[in-house]
């Protein structure tokens, strides 16, 4: 157990960063104290404050599988430590993830070996992002509103990097850890009399079913009825979060008004569909668009001088690199985008007064940050689903920014303006 004074209610790993943050989210939404920190060497400087959830934004959804023990075993190991009465591995609400590149299961296996003794809960669902879970399908609603199945949805089913080819997540997460008996939950049982338990078979993990809201209380009280004095370790989306945080004393936040900038910074580095749509509709609310060059310094210097004069007159821009945007070009890889926008966001906030900043992508986000120097992100309230935060940062320029750190398929079409004219909710 940890030498605080009080135990704290949750701890978190996420596995990209915009996953993270949407954890930070629904726990802060839910008037809980968290903090989200960038270097896992932080854990026990951020455990002294006084705070009830204390969060790492990792980057193992974009690690071959066989790199992921060694980015989260230590940070796993560090968080236990702290003694919080659940640990999750945060993971995106459309499940991404396969045998050989962010594999969820791999993580589960090794939670196993650190965790024993309880089933371990999965749940992706969060049906406020309408991500939903029935009879072990995932569902997830797309930009032109509809629901597919996971293996159908137009732009998980053509990921570039780990497209869903099934939607049972009971058989996803099996292929993914062949070594654990992985169940289920399904909606009869959890909706049924007298409450709900994880297993009922010796099951390793088990996947949850979740429609609604009312289902995530229904999971939150099983999860807790399950919880002992030793950290009880689970799997989930945000939809995870929000179910442990029925389970844990809050005060109700106090909310208000984001308020506006007048010029913001966007870095579109998700080449989503829905990324891109917003793309288009900043650029068509007035916004000017800039391609990242293919490498820096072949034009990186004159983009930032771009960058820089357009602010000044109070004009908003977005950096996206060739193929995240309806123009034409050459796509590049996430490590280049990711330097190439961490420099040009670094840069300019040494050169400009620039207060809020829009990054898109969970990868892109991991690779930007972890390239800079941030320390941690402390939640300050959310713009159509988006998070946003203050950066505390060793960098002058960067120290106090605002960031909205959005996922490459969530948010309004119109966020990039949305969030800089603030139109969303501040929580204090």
């Not at 919080?84 to 594999?103: A, E, I, M, N, W």
């Not at 983009?303 to 007159?313: I, P, R, S």
């Amino acid at each position: 157990m940890s030498a605080r004074d009080r135990q704290l209610a949750a701890c978190f790993y996420g596995d990209d960063f915009t996953g993270a943050a949407d954890a930070l989210l629904q726990y802060g939404r839910a008037g809980l104290r968290a903090l989200l920190v960038v270097d896992p060497g932080l854990i026990a400087a951020a455990a002294a404050g006084d705070l009830d959830v204390i969060g790492v934004a990792g980057v193992a959804r974009a690690l071959p599988t066989e790199r992921i023990a060694r980015e989260i075993e230590p940070v796993l190991d560090s968080l236990a430590a702290l003694g919080p009465r659940f640990l999750q591995y945060k993971v995106c609400s459309t499940f991404d993830s396969s045998p050989g590149r962010g594999s969820i299961g791999r993580a589960c296996e090794i939670a196993r070996r650190r965790f024993p003794g309880r089933p371990i809960p999965v749940l992706a669902a969060q049906p406020g992002l309408g991500r939903y879970t029935v009879f072990s399908n995932h569902f997830a609603r797309a930009g032109d509103g509809r629901v597919y199945r996971l293996d159908e949805h137009p732009t998980m089913s053509a990921h570039p990097v780990t497209p869903a080819r099934d939607a049972n997540l009971v058989r996803v997460l099996a292929a993914q850890a062949p070594d654990l008996e992985v169940g289920a939950l399904h909606l009869p049982r959890l909706r049924g009399p007298g409450g709900a338990r994880l297993a009922s078979g010796g099951e390793d993990a088990v996947v949850l079913d979740a429609l609604d809201d009312s289902d995530l209380a229904r999971i939150g009280a099983a999860i807790g009825a399950e919880a002992g004095a030793d950290p009880l370790f689970a799997v989930g989306s945000g939809g995870l979060s929000r179910a442990l945080a029925t389970q844990l004393p809050a005060s109700v936040p106090t909310a208000g008004d984001l308020g506006p900038v007048e010029a913001m910074l966007a870095l579109a580095g998700s080449a989503s569909p829905d990324t891109r749509r917003q793309v288009g509709a900043a650029t068509k609310a007035g916004w000017a668009a800039f391609e990242l060059p293919e490498v820096w310094r072949d034009g990186g210097e004159e983009l930032l001088d771009q960058v820089v004069a357009t602010l000044a007159t109070g004009r908003s821009v977005v950096v996206h690199p060739a193929g995240a945007a309806p123009s034409a070009g050459v796509a590049k890889s996430g490590e280049e985008i990711g330097e190439g926008l961490a420099r040009l966001l670094g840069a300019t906030a040494a050169e400009t007064s620039l207060r809020r900043v829009l990054v898109a992508g969970g990868d892109t986000c991991g690779s930007v940050f972890q390239r800079l120097d941030v320390d941690a992100f402390e939640l300050i309230g959310d713009v159509s689903e988006v998070p946003v935060c203050r950066v505390s940062s060793r960098d002058p320029g960067l120290d106090g920014i605002e960031v909205a750190l959005k996922g490459g398929q969530i948010g309004a079409v119109d966020l990039f303006d949305r969030a800089r004219a603030g139109q969303g909710v501040a929580l204090r």
